[in-house]
């Protein structure tokens, strides 16, 4: 059975940082690419960032770009983000993706749909 658990949601305040985690089971998740997503208070879920397979490639959403990094360790099945210079305006509620349809970040942005999910990590930046 497959499972996606975020972790390390939080309270912090404008210019900090926090650190996600998305921990995996089940075999796919050395060969699959992984995502972030978010979903603002009141407002549709949105698209973060992905990794490739093997952690060589990354794609960030316009939001993220120069203040959240993506990686993964695939021999602890376990991807991160790590979020900078956060801002009110990141506080949402973030989950983990995989689709086993997509190893490299291209197939998984033009995908647009995903098998997984993970229950997902409230992160609220406060002024």
């Known amino acids: 059975q497959v499972q996606l658990v975020e972790s390390g949601g939080g309270v912090v305040e404008a210019g900090g940082s926090l650190r996600l985690s998305c921990t995996a089971s089940?075999?796919?998740?050395?060969?699959?690419?992984m995502g972030w997503f978010r979903q603002p208070p009141g407002k549709e879920r949105e698209f973060v960032g992905v990794?490739?397979?093997?952690?060589?490639?990354?794609y960030y959403a316009d939001s993220g770009k120069g203040r959240f990094a993506i990686y993964r360790d695939n021999a602890k099945n376990t991807m991160y983000l790590q979020m900078n210079s956060l801002k009110p305006e990141d506080t949402a509620v973030y989950y983990c993706?995989?689709?086993?349809?997509?190893?490299?970040?291209?197939?998984?942005?033009?995908?647009?749909?995903?098998?997984?999910w993970g229950q997902g990590t409230q992160v609220t930046v406060s002024v």
């Open positions: 990794i490739n397979w093997s952690g060589s490639g990354t």
């Open positions: 993706a995989a689709d086993t349809a997509c190893s490299d970040y291209g197939c998984f942005v033009q995908r647009g749909h995903y098998e997984y």
């Open positions: 089940g075999r796919f998740f050395s060969t699959s690419a």
